[in-house]
């Protein structure tokens, strides 16, 4: 390797989130524990977290249900019966190895709010500090929205800006991205030219996620400034081999242009609350240099937000050109839109500006 090949970046990782899905675990089963728990211990001068699927798996399979139950309370059922059975096994093969592990169950709430988020981050960072392995995993039995919308993939890349982490390595039952031929794309740095039209849909009587979602995932963790690998979880040698930097599973290159931690936030954490419909000319700035929105490019608005809330921006055709945090709520917008600075009444002059650029990211959306 030379310091150019992105490889030997991957190899010098010291913060690693280790992503692994349900049909990895209903395959593998406790030999995927007990290599995971080796091969982590074999490199304590890294610091791991650990994204985990499964529980609804074996939970189902606990209940006897015969594949991922459809009903919500069933979903919710099979999680809180599956969770522990999950954390069982981990603890059991970490701790053979001297590995303490701590459970951590998220749901997007947590997430998209700014307190409790902050608070996740500053738990998770209390753990590695203590050397201890988080196991991450949503919160099913309660989080209904996840359970029907989330997956682990996506899980994975919210949590990087949480964590800083340099590396996510997705191990899944494939080799990595397959091309039209059935072979290997070792590397990928455009998502959109490389990888999205080599997409293939998987499903599986468990697993909630596909290729599409672990591209996806890809998207978002490199630009909040991770390098991932997508690995078969069933090779005994590809975690090791993928943390020696080896060419193994796809490697999607950490982007150029990176989100900070906030825009990252907004870009794809925050579940929209509305929509903000902008003229030609603003659409055009907005689009081509990044400006914030002004109340006199405003069309119309759409939607129940407040203020501080995320809200889609859309062009006059209704395409969405990037996503921001509303200065006030829709009845005020409204009463603006389509206004000039100059022309507003004192105690809305400073909805003049309706979304500011340091809270409006463009084109990264979903």
């Not at 209903?26 to 529980?55: N, Q």
């Not at 959109?192 to 998987?202: D, K, Q, S, V």
Request: aromatic content about 4%.
């Amino acid at each position: 390797m030379t310091a150019a090949d992105p490889r030997a970046v991957v190899a010098r990782a010291r913060r690693v989130i280790v992503k692994i899905g349900s049909r990895t675990l209903a395959s593998e089963g406790p030999l995927l524990y007990e290599r995971l728990a080796k091969t982590l211990a074999s490199r304590r001068d890294r610091s791991f977290v650990i994204v985990s699927s499964g529980a609804i798996a074996l939970g189902a399979r606990k209940l006897g249900y015969r594949a991922r139950p459809k009903e919500m309370s069933r979903l919710q059922a099979a999680a809180a019966a599956g969770q522990p059975l999950l954390m069982r096994a981990y603890e059991a093969a970490f701790e053979s190895q001297g590995l303490a592990v701590a459970q951590v169950l998220l749901t997007h709430a947590d997430l998209a709010d700014r307190t409790r988020g902050n608070n996740a981050r500053a738990a998770l960072a209390a753990l590695l500090e203590a050397g201890a392995v988080p196991i991450l995993n949503e919160n099913d039995s309660v989080a209904v929205d996840e359970i029907k919308f989330g997956d682990n993939d996506q899980l994975a890349a919210m949590v990087v800006p949480l964590v800083d982490a340099e590396l996510v390595i997705l191990l899944s039952d494939v080799t990595g991205l397959l091309d039209s031929k059935g072979k290997r794309i070792a590397l990928v740095r455009d998502v959109a030219l490389e990888a999205l039209p080599h997409i293939h849909a998987a499903t599986s009587p468990f697993g909630s996620g596909g290729m599409a979602s672990k591209v996806e995932a890809a998207r978002r963790a490199t630009l909040a400034g991770a390098n991932v690998v997508v690995a078969d979880a069933r090779d005994p040698a590809a975690l090791d081999e993928v943390l020696a930097g080896k060419d193994v599973g796809t490697l999607f290159v950490v982007a150029r242009e990176r989100l900070n931690a906030k825009k990252y936030w907004i870009a794809f954490t925050l579940r929209p609350r509305g929509e903000v419909i902008l003229d030609a000319g603003a659409a055009r700035v907005v689009r081509t240099k990044g400006k914030s929105v002004l109340s006199v490019g405003v069309l119309g608005v759409r939607g129940e937000f407040r203020a501080g809330d995320a809200v889609r921006l859309l062009d006059p055709e209704g395409r969405e050109i990037g996503r921001g945090l509303a200065r006030c709520g829709i009845a005020d917008a409204a009463r603006v839109a389509g206004r000039r600075g100059e022309d507003l009444p004192e105690e809305l002059a400073e909805l003049a500006t309706l979304v500011h650029a340091s809270e409006l990211v463009v084109g990264t959306h979903a």
